[in-house]
T-cell receptor
């Protein structure tokens, strides 16, 4: 059964810093991995989807990488802004199973 | 348009009530999902519909009854719920289930409180 961890659990940084959020998963037989953000009490917003054949994906200030063999993905946020404050969740999608979510990293960017 | 809509936004019900949650998408997606999310926890998968047929039931109690009337609509019928069922219920859709480009899009959720 897929198990997903995310480090750190919480992060508080001043505005403008570059950030790295980490996601680890135990079963490397995945076909993709999706990163989401969730604002308090709201639904999930899709940020990036990395297919298993890809090494990374970029969208604006966000860059996500995937190392399937080692069971790791990282989300890099450049020049963080207060509007980036949210919980960030990763979810690998595996063959024969649907997305399993990590516990999330709670990010606070201070003005 | 990558919008998934859910109604109602909030629902308060007693343990003897019957109510339904609704989810709708117009992206032509053929997979739809129900998730349950407790406070400060990640979403947990409840049901998956693929091409309007129930594909996955993650051992959910029978007091939750899903229904997919057509490819755009997904309902979750609730009956005789318990206070511990209070949570945020999220609906999601994707192009197809279990494929490499399976990007999921989520609705805003229904906040359910069971008294």
């Amino acid at each position: 059964k897929q198990e997903v961890t995310q480090i750190p659990a919480a992060l508080s940084v001043p505005e403008g810093e570059n950030l790295v959020l980490n996601c680890s998963f135990t079963d490397s037989a995945i076909y993709n991995l999706q990163w989401f953000r969730q604002d308090p009490g709201k639904g999930l917003t899709s940020l990036l989807l990395i297919q298993s054949s890809q090494r990374e994906q970029t969208s604006g200030r966000l860059n996500a990488s995937l190392d399937k063999s080692s069971g790791r993905s990282t989300l890099y946020i450049a020049a963080s802004q207060p509007g980036d404050s949210a919980t960030y969740l990763c979810a690998p999608g595996g063959y024969g199973q649907n997305f399993v979510f990590g516990p999330g990293t709670r990010l606070s960017v201070l003005p | 348009d990558t919008e998934v809509t859910q109604t109602p936004k909030h629902l308060v019900m007693g343990m003897t009530n019957k109510k339904s949650l609704k989810c709708e998408q117009h992206m032509g997606h053929r997979a739809m999902y129900w998730y349950k999310q407790k406070a400060k926890k990640p979403p947990e998968l409840m049901f998956v519909y693929s091409y309007e047929k129930l594909s996955i039931n993650e051992s959910v109690p029978s007091r939750f009854s899903p229904e997919c009337p057509n490819s755009s609509l997904l309902n979750l019928h609730l009956h005789a719920l318990q206070p511990e069922d209070s949570a945020l219920y999220l609906c999601a859709s994707s192009q197809e289930e279990g494929v490499i480009h399976n990007e999921q899009f989520f609705g805003p959720g229904t906040r359910l409180t069971v008294l």
